[in-house]
């Protein structure tokens, strides 16, 4: 069964970058969409951006797009997130999931999810 770990979350300035990695363990995600998504506090679960299993398509979230890209490496079974221009707004759990069925930008279409990782912006 696939495990996914993130990593890579901190304590950054705003304008500052940061980049999560997600890892998989105990199976492939090679041919599996992937996800990551947020949850800020007080708000319900955001969809930040998707990336497809050939890593030819992505989608992003209308408030990362253009500052976030998303990137895997087939190979290493992870996919990566480079935020940029970081606001405080960005402050969140970041998790990663993997896709399975129904809509990009639905949390309920990826299984499984890994324990997410802290990103703070803040001054």
């Known amino acids: 069964q696939v495990h996914l770990v993130e990593s890579g979350g901190g304590l950054v300035q705003p304008g500052g970058s940061l980049r999560l990695s997600c890892a998989a363990s105990?199976?492939?995600?090679?041919?599996?969409?992937m996800g990551w998504f947020r949850q800020r506090p007080g708000k319900e679960d955001e969809f930040v951006a998707f990336?497809?299993?050939?890593?030819?398509?992505?989608l992003y979230g209308l408030s990362v797009k253009g500052r976030f890209t998303i990137s895997r490496d087939r190979a290493q079974n992870t996919v990566d997130l480079q935020m940029n221009s970081l606001k405080p707004e960005d402050t969140a759990v970041y998790y990663c999931?993997?896709?399975?069925?129904?809509?990009?930008?639905?949390?309920?279409?990826?299984?499984?999810w890994g324990q997410g990782t802290q990103v703070t912006v803040s001054s």
């Open positions: 999931g993997r896709k399975e069925k129904g809509s990009f930008f639905s949390r309920s279409s990826y299984n499984p």
């Open positions: 105990g199976g492939t995600i090679s041919s599996y969409g």
């Open positions: 990336i497809s299993w050939s890593g030819n398509s992505t």
